[in-house]
């Protein structure tokens, strides 16, 4: 393939709208005016080093990929297969063009991570970064993740507000025991009713206490936290029997097993 020049890079980068990965194509830049800077590189410069140095013969699923800044460092990384979802085809659109620039194989798909069960493959390294906090069913898309993907490692992330305390929780309260409720450490999910940052996709923000408690709780055992947003995990055993309430979609057993939501 012919080399793009760099006019052609700035030309197709504003076509594709505005970019929340402010990624280095060739020396153009996707968001120049980014509010975070120099956004994801700032953030995986804090964290990188958690992460396995050579991914050969290891596989990737990036949920929620947007322009595919870690599926492009996964595959720099010597990934053999990197799988790219999102659900915004503009941000899909963006994604495969920066990895065409940086030459990176990558299948990029249009797939929601509560559809997770349609790819009936598990992947070495799953990233869920950016993610949890968009999502109105959180625990849920944890669920998924465990049931239908998740091989080895998960690398995840979510915007946190709250204590970064960690209080420690017990197996089991009274049911006039409320004091812990109200300490700043204990596991909160707050909800966003309306908007937060002027973005109404936001609707939850975790607790750091949160964020590990429903990894755990979805069966991911806590290997580094590396970032104060950030979790390396592997994945275990579920604590309880209790799993994704969700049919997985897509397997025709599952279509005729469910019918409006509940099991025949
Ligand atoms: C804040 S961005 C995070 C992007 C990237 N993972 C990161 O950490 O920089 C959230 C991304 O999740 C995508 N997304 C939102 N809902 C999704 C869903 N149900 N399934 C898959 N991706 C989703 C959005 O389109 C967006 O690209």
Known sequence: MTERTNDEIRRRIAELGDWFHNMDLKGVRTAPNHFLYDYPANKFSRFSHALPEDLSG???????????????????????????????ERYLAQARFAAEVEAADIE???????????????FDLVIFMGVL??????????????????????????????S???????ADYDFA?????????????????????HDWTNWW????ACSAAM????????????????????RGTRPTEAGPVYPARGHSSDEHQFQNGAPR
């Open 177 to 197: 025991d409320v004091a812990h409720f109200d300490e700043p450490g204990y596991p909160k999910l707050h909800f966003i009713e309306h908007q937060y940052a």
């Open 58 to 88: 290891r596989s990737v699923l990036d949920i929620g990929c947007n322009a595919g800044f870690y599926s492009i460092e996964m595959k720099r990384r010597g990934a053999d297969r990197v799988l790219a979802i999102d659900t915004d």
């Open 215 to 234: 990894l755990r709780s979805a069966g991911f055992e806590i290997l580094d936290h590396p970032e104060s947003e950030v979790f390396l995990c592997r």
């Open 108 to 122: 990029f798909r249009n797939l929601s991570v509560y559809d997770l069960g349609r790819l009936g493959e598990r």
């Open 205 to 208: 923000a975790p607790n750091a």
């Open 133 to 162: 906090y968009h999502l109105r069913h959180p625990l849920l898309a944890l669920d998924l993740v465990h049931e239908h993907v998740a091989g080895d490692l998960l690398l995840f992330q979510s915007m946190q507000r709250g």
């Open 164 to 170: 970064d305390a960690v209080h420690p929780v017990r």
